[in-house]
């Protein structure tokens, strides 16, 4: 049957049950028009920028566990989307990102817009190639969803030339993989020796911590986290793409160690004699610059991507596999053998105790009643109107640390989403976690700095019906840099740091959003309960204090962390 490249694209699409096509118009428009007519089921949503889209279909993916598409045309566009591609390349997630380009005979000879687009993708993505013929089209779309969603899931590239998408061919019947349209599609089972070997270590242990990372989250293992912790009685930390391995009110839950964390998860793992490192890549945020284990810690690190395994830290065993199967190999060698879970009633009292302590300090600071307002009151407020399965998108920074460290994730599973290094990604990211949770509420956390990349998005959210509410901690400076050029640098620089006061409230109105300015303590509860019930996109502005330090470890030195 002949068709058109664009068709026989769009109609592969179709066929791997693709949704949302997030995407800044121009290139190759033929796309649009066939999706239009031959995939009407696949939702075109139009942003205002490149790297938007990028992070709308980041946030779709890592809520909807498929893979999520975006399109940027020729050039710059090309060049602004694979910026946008830096955070799922980070953050493990198995984005598909499509670009237009020149055709063939107008490559090399100035034509406009004309880059080496191909380039841009070589350092954030899995797989990036240029499809040459019609021909290919559906083979290289077969590839593209299987090597995203396979092993650890990335993103990959296609590039689509006007030529090519407008080529007609006489294509066969189109198949599809289905099995790939989601992740994990393929689950790698461990070594069932290597299993019995850690188990075994475990036993020995009288201060094991379990550490669930983000490919515990991506396994969909927290049923198994907690069945592990409370069968061999080991308590549990995540890291920050971790959090929703366990419950955080759990008894055996420690919360997020390192460096944007609980200064009480950190010491407890300063004190163990194993770590159990589950889907954990063991970075400089988790391990606080990996200073927070002790000399002679024996370690035993799973993950699906071998490369990973000993790569900070010397392991003592390490077994490649699906965490969430790992994990339940241990489980049943657990049935059948003494766990020695005995022994360990000391070090979990200990544990309780340390988080009890942490809890009641962190309570004080809760309740403060200071203007400006405290973010530690915003995050109580916060965790008070929400439901146990509503969802919370972070941005990184500050935002990160406040929400990782106060934050408590309390249903197991994948309720809360962060930015893995991208200033700015949260509020696009939560318009995609959107769109795959409908009947969630979704809130986006940020500050000031991360809102005002895509706050323009505003009008993205509310044309296509995207009730997301931003909370956004305004304290008029990039709070992070400013508390560097006050501890490090004297007090100079604050010119790199500062921003004007910005109503974002009024700007929400402007975009036919619901916005409101929150000043007082007081009017946090009120305001969050009616933006959540608004209906439409809302952002609720609340004034903070800039000179909060969020719980980082960085000014330890200068002021004492409390919690």
């Given amino acids: 049957m002949k068709r058109l490249g664009a068709a026989a694209f769009t109609e592969m699409l179709n066929l791997y049950g693709v949704r949302f096509f997030f995407f800044m118009s121009g290139g190759p428009t033929s796309i649009f028009s066939e999706m239009s007519e031959k995939a009407p089921k696949i939702r075109q949503v139009l942003t205002h920028g490149e790297k938007s889209a990028a992070y709308m279909a980041d946030g779709y993916s890592r809520a ?19 910026a946008g591609i830096a955070e799922p390349f980070l953050a493990s997630s198995p984005v598909i990102a499509v670009t237009g380009m020149r055709p063939v005979e107008a490559l090399n000879k100035n034509a406009y817009q004309e880059l080496e687009q191909m380039r841009c993708f070589d350092p954030v993505t899995k797989w990036n190639v240029a499809i040459g013929k019609a021909s290919r089209i559906p083979d290289l779309v077969r590839t593209a969803f299987r090597v995203a969603t396979t092993g650890r899931p990335r993103p990959v590239h296609l590039s689509l030339p006007a030529d090519v998408a407008a080529a007609e061919f006489d294509f066969p019947d189109l198949v599809a993989a289905p099995e790939f349209s989601e992740f994990p599609p393929l689950r790698i089972h461990p070594d069932l020796r290597l299993v019995a070997e850690a188990f075994a270590l475990i036993v020995k242990s009288e201060r094991p911590v379990l550490v669930a990372g983000g490919g515990a989250i991506a396994s969909k293992a927290w049923r198994a986290v907690q069945k592990v912790a409370e069968e061999l009685s080991i308590p549990v930390a995540t890291t920050l793409s971790g959090k929703g391995s366990i419950a955080e009110d759990h008894p055996l839950s420690i919360g997020v160690p390192g460096r944007y964390g609980r200064k009480s998860a950190s010491a407890i793992l300063m004190q163990s004699d194993l770590v159990l490192y589950i889907g954990c890549k063991v970075g400089s945020i988790s391990s606080s610059n990996w200073t927070i284990l002790a000399k002679g810690t024996k370690i035993i690190q799973v993950d699906i991507d071998a490369a990973q395994i000993g790569w900070n830290y010397p392991v003592t065993l390490g077994i490649v596999a699906d965490a969430r199967l790992a994990l339940e190999g241990l489980i049943r060698v657990a049935r059948t053998k003494n766990t020695g879970a005995e022994k360990r009633k000391r070090w979990v009292a200990s544990v309780r105790a340390a988080v009890s302590e942490w809890r009641k300090e962190a309570a004080k600071l809760s309740s403060s009643t200071a203007v400006p307002i405290s973010v530690h009151r915003v995050i109580r407020e916060l965790r008070d109107v929400l439901r146990k399965d509503d969802v919370v998108v972070s941005d990184t920074g500050y935002a990160a640390a406040w929400s990782a460290t106060l934050f408590d994730v309390l249903k197991p599973g994948r309720s809360f989403y962060r930015s893995t290094g991208s200033l700015g990604w949260a509020f696009a990211g939560s318009i995609g976690v959107k769109l795959a949770l409908p009947d969630k509420k979704v809130v986006c956390f940020t500050g000031d700095g991360g809102f005002g990349y895509h706050l323009t998005e505003l009008e993205t959210a509310s044309r296509i019906g995207a009730p997301v509410v931003t909370v956004v901690i305004n304290n008029s400076t990039l709070a992070f840099e400013r508390h560097d050029f006050q501890y490090f640098l004297g007090g ?37 309960l009616q933006s959540l019930r608004a209906g439409k996109p809302a952002v609720v502005d609340i004034k903070t204090d800039p000179d909060e330090i969020a719980p980082v470890t960085d000014y330890e030195k200068y002021v004492p962390r409390i919690v």
């Fill in 64 to 82: 909807s566990y498929r893979p999520g598409l975006c399109f940027g045309q020729v050039g710059p566009g090309a060049a602004n989307l694979a």
């Fill in 492 to 528: 100079k620089g604050y010119e790199a740091s500062d921003y004007l006061s910005t109503n974002f409230a009024k700007v929400a109105e402007a975009f036919s959003c619901h916005g409101i300015r929150v000043e007082r303590p007081s009017e946090i509860r009120d305001a969050l």
